[in-house]
């Protein structure tokens, strides 16, 4: 949208165009339309209006719906109302309705990322842990600075039925991850779990840290026992956040985790607007994957079958010294 400023571009991932579509009232009546073919139903469908309420006219609808055609996915997204309800834009909207489009903050100016803004993430951003105020709200959405940009951003609020009251202070304290969208917050933990697989120097680290345990048998017997058990501990961790179902975008999975735990993973999933437990889950995987090959140089020092067999440590190192 022209509003959200921003330059087009391919993104790596979730790149839309910049596409303006005019703000408009529409109503979606449940009654059948007036080209419906049951016979006896005459549907009921108001004016178009403008956003200042004024009756549009025939000329300025053609043009409307020209550009409707033209631009019928974003549409889609935006404006598709629900199987069985009313969905009036200007009163209160579904959670996964698009609000806005927003260009990323970390993609290079030669390939800008947009990301959808759904009506749920903005109703998140207003509401606890953070309580964002308006001169906040209007930097994520890169809105520009204006004199009366505050009151026009609550107008709009108003008119998807959020209320963003003027002079609120915000709940937490502000991070770099505060001006990121749920979109790119989740575009940029993919890409750092893809670095942390692919670049992640585990076997180097743990060649270099393992050395020092190989001298004896009963202290590389020991150091083993350590790893596995640290391993199944992290693995137990690494489960666990990848069973979080913390709303994001336009999603609300159903639940998997007790919800005396998921509330706690939803609060840090809310302060990070979705880039926490995915990035948690990366350096845990990562972190497992070092503990991997810490067995392995183990194993080629010591093989399990001869050197190392399941037993009392002490008993390996009396062993070792009557030799």
Known sequence: MSEDGGSDGDGSLATEEDIDVKPILIEWATSPSPCSSSAGSEGHVRPLLDH???????????????????NEGLMDLCMKPREGKDMVLGGMTAPADVFCSVPGRLSLLSSTSK???TVGEVQRRLSPPECLNASLLGGVLRRAKSKNGGRLLR????????????????????????????????????????VCETEFPTRQIAEYLTRQHTADPGEAYRRKEILLATKQVAKELTDL?????SPLCNTRPNLLLDPSIQRHLTHFSL???????????????AFQNYLGESLKQLDKVYPSSNSLPLGDPNKIDKDSQKK
Not at 163 to 169: D, E, S
Request: proline share 2%.
């Open 52 to 70: 200042h309420g004024q009756r549009i006219s025939d000329n300025e609808q053609d043009d409307i719906e020209t550009e409707e055609d033209e």
């Open 115 to 117: 990301y959808k803004v």
């Open 155 to 194: 107008e709009k609020l108003e008119k998807i039925g959020l209320n963003l009251p003027a002079g609120r202070r915000k709940a937490a304290n502000v991070t770099l991850l505060t001006s990121l969208v749920e979109g790119e917050a989740i575009h940029l933990a993919r890409d750092f779990g893809y």
């Open 241 to 245: 956040l990848n069973q979080d179902r």
């Open 271 to 285: 302060i990070t607007h979705g880039f926490g437990s995915p990035a948690m889950v990366a350096a845990l995987t």
